[in-house]
C-alpha cells in the first residue's frame, strides 16, 4: 500500500546514502548562511571604524591588506563559498533522486506483483488506461515528491535553523520576532495546500479518464473506421481533452495563486522585519553592518520558506495520487493455496455441484449447475447467446472463482488447488484470441523454449504450414497489432498451435473455429483428433458439425441445465435448443 508515512519509514532503510546527503546538506548549509557575515562587518569595521574582528584575523594568519585588498578578497571568498554551497546542494539532492526512483520503482513493482495476481473478476472492474494512469501519473507525482520535495526541505530546514541561530547570536530579541513570526506563514499556507490538493485529484482523475477513452479507442480503432464512428468516438476523446484542460487550468491557476499568495504574506512579514530592524539600530546597539547582515539572512530565508510553502503542497499531492495508487492494491487477488494434492496426474474429469457465478452480487449467470465431465470424454455446451456457456468455460479454466457451489477436478474442489495449476492443465482457446504486435513465433510459443520440430508439429496440426511459408519471413515475420496481417481464421488457429505445443490435460474450445470454412475445420479436427485422444475436450459452438462427433452434449439455458445427453438422444426430442440448431 502507498502511505506517506510507509514511505519516509522506506526513506530511513537508506542509511548510507541519507548520511551522505545529510552530510552534503549540512556543509552546504554551513556555506551558504556564513556568507551574508562577510560584507555587514566589513562595512561596521572599515567604513564605520568598530572593533576589527573580520579584519584582524585575516591581517593575522593570512596577511595585512588595504580595504580595497579586503573587499577584492572576501568577494573571491564569496563566490568561491556560494560555487561550493551550490555543488554540496546538488550532491545532497542526488542522493536522494536514488533514493526516490528506487523507492518509486518498488512502489511500482509491488503494484505490479500485485496486479499480476488479481483476479479477473476484479481486474475487469477497471480499464487499461486507468491502471495505466495509476501506474505512470501517480506514482511520478510521489516520486517527484521524494526526490526534490523532500530533498530540498532537508537544506530549507537547516538553513532556517542555523539562521536562526546566527541571528539570535546577532540581536536575539529581533530574532526572537522574526523566529515567532515566520510560523505563522506555513500555517496559512498549509490551509491552502489542502484546497489545492483535492484540485490535483481531480486533475489526475481527468488525465485517467482522458487515458482510458483514449486507450480504448484505439484499441477499437478497426472496428470504428469498420462503421464509420470517428468523429463520434474521437468527439468523446476531445471532450475528455478538454476537461482535462480545464482541470489542469484550475490546478495551475489556483495552485500558483495559493503559492504566490503565501509568498506574499511571507514578504510583507520581510518587509515588516527590515523597519523593525531599522527602528532597532536607531534605538538599540544593533549596528548598521549587523542590520545589513539581518537584512541577508531574512533574504536568505525567503528560499527555504518558499520551499516549505512548495511542500505542503506537494505532500497534498502525494497523499493524494497515493489514494489512487491503492486503488490497485484493493483489488482483490486469487485465492492463495498451498496446494498438496495434484489432480491432473492423471486422465482428468469434471464434476459441477451446485456451481452458482455472478459477475456482481445483484446478478447471477449461473444457477445451481450440477452435472459432470468424464476423463477423456469429448463433450459440448451449446445454448443460446446469453445462456452462461463462455462463463463456465472461464470457470472451468480458473479464471474466476464460483460464488458458491464447487467445481472438481477428478474429485479435488477448486478451494485446493492454485488456479495457475488449474489453467496450466486446461487450456481455454477463445472465439477471438488476442495477439501481441511480435513475431508470429513468439505468438505461437509466448516466450517459451520450444524446438523446431515441436513447432512444426503444432503448425500442422493448427493448418498453418502453409499460412506460415507465404509470410515474408516466415515465423519471425511480425503479425501486426493483434494479428492484423492474419486472417480472424488464421488468429484461431495460432491459439489452437499454442495450445498443441502446451500441450494440457483439457482443453475447451469457445467456438474458437467459428472463423474457419467447414473444408479447413474438416481437416482441423482430423489432425487434431490424435492428439486430443488422451485429452478431456469440451466444446462451445453454434455450428452442429463442430459438435455432432461429442459423445455427451449439455444444453444451458439462462444459467441452467435445462439438458443433456448423447447426439442420439437428443436428436429424438422434437423441442429444446439441440433440436432448433438441426
Avoid at 48 to 75: D, W
Avoid at 313 to 337: M, T
Wanted: proline share 2%.
Amino acid at each position: 500500500m502507498c502511505k506517506i508515512n510507509k514511505l519516509f519509514k522506506e526513506i530511513l532503510n537508506y542509511k548510507k546514502e541519507l548520511l551522505l546527503g545529510n552530510f552534503f546538506a549540512i556543509v552546504s548549509t554551513v556555506l551558504t548562511v556564513t556568507i551574508p557575515l562577510f560584507i555587514p562587518m566589513l562595512i561596521d569595521e572599515l567604513l564605520l571604524h568598530k572593533e576589527p574582528k573580520l579584519t584582524a584575523f585575516v591581517s593575522q594568519y593570512i596577511t595585512p591588506m588595504s580595504l580595497t585588498g579586503y573587499v577584492l578578497f572576501f568577494l573571491v571568498l564569496t563566490i568561491i563559498m556560494r560555487f561550493a554551497g551550490v555543488i554540496f546542494a546538488n550532491l545532497q539532492v542526488g542522493m536522494l533522486l536514488r533514493v526516490s526512483k528506487d523507492i518509486s520503482y518498488k512502489l511500482r513493482q509491488s503494484a505490479i506483483e500485485h496486479l499480476k495476481k488479481v483476479s479477473l473478476k476484479e481486474y475487469e472492474r477497471f480499464s487499461p488506461g486507468a491502471i495505466t494512469s495509476k501506474l505512470v501519473t501517480d506514482i511520478n507525482t510521489v516520486d517527484e515528491f521524494i526526490g526534490t520535495t523532500v530533498g530540498k526541505l532537508i537544506i530549507s530546514v537547516l538553513i532556517l535553523l542555523f539562521t536562526s541561530i546566527i541571528l539570535l547570536i546577532i540581536n536575539w530579541k529581533l530574532a526572537l520576532f522574526i523566529i515567532v513570526t515566520n510560523p505563522i506563514v506555513v500555517f496559512f499556507t498549509s490551509k491552502l495546500a489542502r484546497k489545492v490538493g483535492k484540485l490535483k485529484r481531480e486533475e489526475n482523475r481527468s488525465v485517467e479518464q482522458f487515458q482510458e477513452s483514449l486507450s480504448d479507442s484505439l484499441e477499437l480503432f478497426n472496428q470504428i473506421k469498420a462503421v464509420n464512428k470517428e468523429d463520434y468516438f474521437f468527439s468523446k476523446i476531445v471532450q475528455k481533452a478538454k476537461n482535462l484542460k480545464q482541470k489542469s487550468v484550475q490546478f495551475s491557476y489556483r495552485s500558483d495563486r495559493a503559492i504566490r499568495v503565501s509568498f506574499f504574506t511571507f514578504l510583507s512579514g520581510y518587509e515588516l522585519f527590515r523597519s523593525v530592524s531599522i527602528l532597532a539600530v536607531a534605538y538599540s546597539d544593533l549596528s548598521i553592518g549587523l542590520m545589513l547582515a539581518i537584512f541577508g539572512y531574512l533574504w536568505i530565508m525567503m528560499t527555504p520558506t518558499n520551499d516549505i510553502i512548495n511542500f505542503q503542497y506537494a505532500l497534498s499531492n502525494a497523499k493524494n495520487s497515493c489514494k489512487r495508487i491503492n486503488d490497485i492494491f484493493e483489488l482483490k487477488q486469487e485465492r492463495q493455496v498451498k496446494q498438496e494434492k495434484n489432480p491432473f496426474e492423471g486422465n482428468l474429469g469434471i464434476e459441477f455441484k451446485n456451481l452458482s457465478f455472478g459477475y456482481s452480487a445483484s446478478k447471477e449467470v449461473l444457477h445451481n449447475l450440477s452435472f459432470k465431465i468424464e476423463p477423456l470424454s469429448k463433450v459440448a455446451i451449446v445454448g443460446p447467446s446469453g445462456s452462461g456457456k463462455s462463463t463456465l468455460a472461464n470457470l472451468i479454466a480458473g479464471f474466476y472463482e464460483a460464488d458458491s457451489g464447487d467445481i472438481l477436478y477428478n474429485g479435488i474442489s477448486f478451494k485446493e488447488i492454485k488456479p495457475q495449476t488449474i489453467r496450466k492443465n486446461i487450456y481455454l482457446i477463445l472465439q477471438h484470441p488476442k495477439l501481441f504486435n511480435d513475431t508470429m513465433r513468439f505468438n505461437l510459443t509466448l516466450g517459451r523454449k520450444f524446438s523446431d520440430e515441436e513447432i512444426q508439429k503444432a503448425l500442422k496440426i493448427a493448418q498453418l504450414e502453409d499460412v506460415v511459408s507465404n509470410l515474408e519471413n516466415g515465423l519471425d515475420t511480425t503479425v501486426g497489432k493483434d494479428g492484423v496481417k492474419l486472417s480472424g481464421g488464421q488468429r484461431q488457429r495460432v491459439a489452437i498451435a499454442r495450445m498443441v505445443l502446451e500441450n494440457p490435460k483439457a482443453v475447451i474450445f469457445d467456438e474458437s473455429t467459428s472463423a474457419l470454412d467447414i473444408h479447413t475445420e474438416a481437416n482441423l479436427f482430423r489432425d487434431l483428433s490424435e492428439f486430443l485422444q488422451d485429452k478431456t475436450v469440451i466444446t462451445i459452438a453454434h455450428r452442429l458439425s463442430t459438435i455432432e462427433q461429442a459423445e455427451m452434449i449439455f444444453v444451458l439455458e439462462e444459467g441452467r441445465l435445462a439438458d443433456s445427453g448423447t447426439p442420439k438422444e437428443l436428436l429424438g426430442k422434437e423441442s429444446g435448443y439441440f433440436a432448433e440448431m438441426i
